[in-house]
Antibody, heavy 122, light 111 residues
């Protein structure tokens, strides 16, 4: 079964760091385009970051310089390292896979994880 | 503030047809980038509903259809059902931002 399972969310103080994970099954993370998308409480979806199969990474302006996307190929797992966290980073973070049926760069996301909640508060 | 504009809410009676608009600009939809639509039921992850403007993934009922013209796109739901009550998001790519972008979302209420 093709599946994504996020973990690692929690409560962190402003200025702190957290790493969240996304374990994939049924496909190979390193062979495709993977993204993180977040959703603040009661708000809409916001694209955060992407890692291409070739390893190139890109970030939304709101997180550039603070967040780092990476993957561990042998664990088939995607990560998001979040540093210098702020209150407005509070959100459910989803990992998502590019649909093979979509183009580039206007990708669609066909597989989503269940999300992991990150709360930034003192 | 999103670069893709959607109405905050639409409603309809069971069996009716509702449409959700998604208005962009020359740097996203108008530039020819594809539009995708997602359905998010309360407390769940988004689900891909329409990809590349008009295509339905396997398992999505044909009551859902997408279209695109110029700088806008639309999602239509015909034969509205109670289970369609959810938030719907459009998504595309913006060349000015070099990023995927989502609309603010539209809440569909079944009266």
């Amino acid at each position: 079964e093709v599946q994504l399972v996020e973990s690692g969310g929690g409560l962190v103080q402003p200025g702190g760091s957290l790493r969240i994970s996304c374990a994939a099954s049924g496909f190979t993370v390193s062979n495709t385009y993977m993204s993180w998308v977040r959703q603040a409480p009661g708000k809409g979806l916001e694209w955060v970051s992407v890692i291409y199969s070739g390893g190139n990474t890109y970030y939304a302006d709101s997180v550039k310089g603070r967040f780092t996307i990476s993957r561990h190929n042998s664990k088939n797992t995607l990560y998001l390292q979040m540093n210098s966290l702020r209150a407005d980073d509070t959100a459910v973070y989803y990992c998502a896979r590019r649909s093979p049926s979509s183009g580039w760069p206007d990708v669609a996301f066909d597989i989503w994880g269940q999300g992991t909640m990150v709360a930034v508060s003192s | 503030q999103s670069v893709l504009t959607q109405p905050p809410s639409v409603s309809g009676a069971p069996g009716q047809r509702v449409t959700i608009s998604c208005t962009g600009s020359s740097s996203n939809i108008g530039a020819g980038y594809a539009v995708h639509w997602y359905q998010q039921l309360p407390g769940t992850a988004p689900k891909l509903l329409i990809y590349v403007n008009t295509n339905r993934p396997s398992g999505v009922p044909d009551r859902f259809s997408g279209s695109k013209s110029g700088t806008s796109a639309s999602l239509a739901i015909t034969g509205l059902q109670a289970e369609d009550e959810a938030d719907y998001y459009c998504q595309s790519y913006d060349s000015s931002l070099s990023a995927s972008v989502f609309g603010i979302g539209t809440k569909v209420t079944v009266l």
